[in-house]
């Protein structure tokens, strides 16, 4: 098969100075490995395959997106920083035009953090992806984005912030959620009362191999995203569906996250999770590189592949295929759904509880949107975590309508900070961040 070679772009972050503990998934290993094999096969050695340094995120960026308790400062270390960074320069050199697409092999991940950040929950402090889709809206316009997440786990960080923006398509393609962390991800999460749609879950059953893995992308994301017409594509490219990962129980291979990856064709992949880092991520990590760079990825499979031992079973094929026709059938009925939204209320509200695995907070949330039809709608958030103060954000949605920017101003100006520890005003659109 003759590919189109691609000018392609890598940033590499291992983070030596980050870990969670010595022995912990999440080290500095995962991504070593991944670099002795790209020197060992000669990746670099391709006139279309260029290494790149991280950048180093900023406060600005990170308050961009994210209400971090009390600051930044207080929740993220250098390391984070820089992974975010590295996503940026990823987008950059993509949107700069520098290449045709890029890969951020960097860590720590990101895509369990959602909107308010109290610590460290599912690995991530800071959301990566989300820190350089707004970087990239700020810096180059506004850009209907798709974010196609194929980590193992449900990236519930990545659809919490987007709940709301009608101009995000979040695609989230996991092991179920009834089987692994964090327990969510169903095809009933279709995205917030302004933006129903723009969130698509796809939960997959243990077990399931590539043959489903692309049954999935071939009939239910690409159509999804023909429909929706992105001006970017990226892939939230966790490797924790592998069929060696050690905390879960997927059958994925590098080869099918090769051709995963061919076909989809992201303008930008960013790692997040994978955990057999001897095993498995230096030949996904290859395959990807090679998928990218349009070059022949047919001889990368792993000393012990074998696609007889890891094929699913019939029953798990007959699953995956009334699901995808379930899921979409949700999503060209979208619009039938949104008519059948009431509009009695200005505004609505959600209660959630939000576990910091990693840290062991705990948090009571209550959000609160208004239904608006000209766009995400303002939100609002009054977060409570054991051991910390009580905090107020007014979150102002990027393109957001006259009504919505009055009412936050107001809403921010009229509150006072008790009995909050702090009130934040984030306005996306005017890139505006106020703490009193």
């Known amino acids: 098969m003759t590919r189109k070679h691609r000018k392609t772009g890598l940033i590499f972050f291992p983070a030596f100075d980050w870990a969670i503990s010595p022995t912990h998934p999440e080290r500095e290993e995962r991504l070593l490995y991944t670099q002795d094999q790209v020197f060992e096969e000669g990746l670099l050695d391709f006139e279309n395959i260029i290494e790149y340094k991280p950048g180093m995120a900023t406060e600005e960026d990170i308050n961009r997106i994210h209400i971090c308790v009390p600051d930044v400062k207080s929740v993220t270390t250098e390391s984070h920083l820089i992974s975010a960074g590295g996503a940026i320069t990823a987008g950059k050199k993509v949107l700069d035009g520098e290449v045709d697409n890029a890969f951020a092999l960097v860590r720590p991940p990101g895509h369990h953090a959602m909107t308010v950040v109290h610590g460290n929950r599912g690995f991530c402090n800071v959301n990566i992806e989300a820190i350089m889709v707004e970087y990239i809206r700020k810096h180059y316009g506004h850009k209907r984005v798709a974010i196609i997440d194929t980590d193992c786990h449900h990236g519930d960080g990545t659809q919490e912030i987007y709940w709301h923006d009608p101009d995000t398509l979040y695609i989230s393609i996991h092991q179920d959620g009834r089987t692994l962390y964090p ?77 995963l990856n061919d076909r989809l064709n992201p303008d930008i992949a ?15 990590n290859v395959g990807i590189i090679l998928a990218m760079a349009g070059i022949d990825y047919s001889y990368v499979t792993e000393p012990d592949y074998n696609v007889e031992a890891i094929r699913q079973s019939a029953d798990i094929s007959t699953y995956i295929e009334r699901e995808v026709e379930l899921i979409h059938n949700l999503w060209k009925n979208r619009n039938d759904q949104k008519a059948r939204l009431s509009r009695d209320q200005e505004f609505v509200s959600r209660n959630k509880n939000i576990y910091y695995d990693t840290d062991g907070i705990n948090e009571e949330q209550r959000e609160t949107v208004r239904l608006c039809d000209d766009c995400g709608g303002l939100v609002t958030i009054d977060s409570r975590a054991n051991f910390m103060d009580r905090i107020f954000a007014v979150i102002v949605p990027r393109q957001s309508c006259p009504t919505c920017r009055r009412k936050g101003e107001e809403i921010f100006e009229s509150t006072e900070k008790r009995p909050f520890g702090h009130v934040y005003f984030q306005d996306r659109d005017k890139d505006i961040f106020i703490v009193k």
């Open 183 to 259: 327990g969510s991800g169903f095809p009933d999460e279709f995205g917030g009362p302004n933006a129903l749609g723009a969130t698509i879950n796809i939960p997959l059953p243990p077990r399931t191999s590539e043959e489903g893995f692309l049954y999935v992308l071939d009939n239910l994301i690409l159509p999804i995203l023909d429909d929706f017409k992105p001006d970017l594509v990226v892939n939230s490219a966790g490797q924790d569906n592998h069929y060696t990962d050690p905390i879960t129980d997927m059958r994925f291979s590098a080869q099918g996250y090769a051709i």
């Open 270 to 284: 960013v790692l997040e999770g994978g955990y057999s880092v001897e095993t498995a991520l230096p030949y996904i």
